[in-house]
């Protein structure tokens, strides 16, 4: 056998175990995928966030009720002037909410005061002098009250622009009301 031949012999051989290695080496390496831990923590998560905000109260009453019952004038001019959207409130919450794959359940726990007000002008004259009665004046109101929803929600697609259905319930109490009359 010359040298070449040995040599190229050689040279084969040791390609092929050089390759059989590199060929080993990738069938044991553990593949690693970026995707899928961002995936995976995309699948569960825990959510919280802080809301505020100022509110104004415009007030449309169901039912009308007055101190006085009209004796010789009408009803409607008994009726009180409201101020609408003039004493800011405010509310402060928390949405905590906790999802997994596409579903998600939630609660809203928010601390709400309402300020409304109304103003009241009368004047009722009779037919002497002496027959006269007139009255001025302006009630300021404060609810404060805190609401404790639950909601479920499901992402029906996982895209870019998810639609959803959500139901829930909540339940709300008064915690505080105040009346003021000047």
Do not use: C
């Not at 051989?13 to 044991?28: E, K, R, W």
């Not at 004493?87 to 596409?102: C, E, K, R, V």
């Amino acid at each position: 056998m010359s040298f070449n031949k040995l040599f190229t012999y050689t040279l084969l051989l040791a390609t092929v175990l050089l390759l059989q290695n590199t060929a080993q080496a990738q069938s044991f390496k553990k593949k690693k995928n970026k995707g899928n831990f961002a995936e995976d923590f995309l699948k569960t998560q825990w959510w919280l966030g802080i809301r505020g905000g100022i509110n104004f109260t415009n007030v449309t009453p169901i039912n009308r009720f007055s101190g006085f019952n009209p004796v010789n004038y009408s009803e409607e001019s008994l009726e009180k002037e409201y101020k609408s959207f003039e004493n800011p409130g405010f509310n402060i919450g928390m949405d905590i909410t906790f999802y997994h794959a596409g579903f998600s359940i939630s609660t809203f726990p928010s601390f709400f005061i309402h300020n409304l007000g109304y103003e009241s002008n009368r004047l009722w004259e009779g037919d002497a002098a002496a027959d006269r009665y007139e009255t001025k004046y302006s009630v300021d109101q404060s609810i404060t009250f805190i609401d404790l929803p639950v909601a479920v929600k499901y992402d029906i697609l996982k895209n870019k622009v998810r639609p959803f259905v959500m139901a829930g319930a909540f339940y709300s109490f008064k915690f505080a009301a105040n009346k003021e009359v000047n």
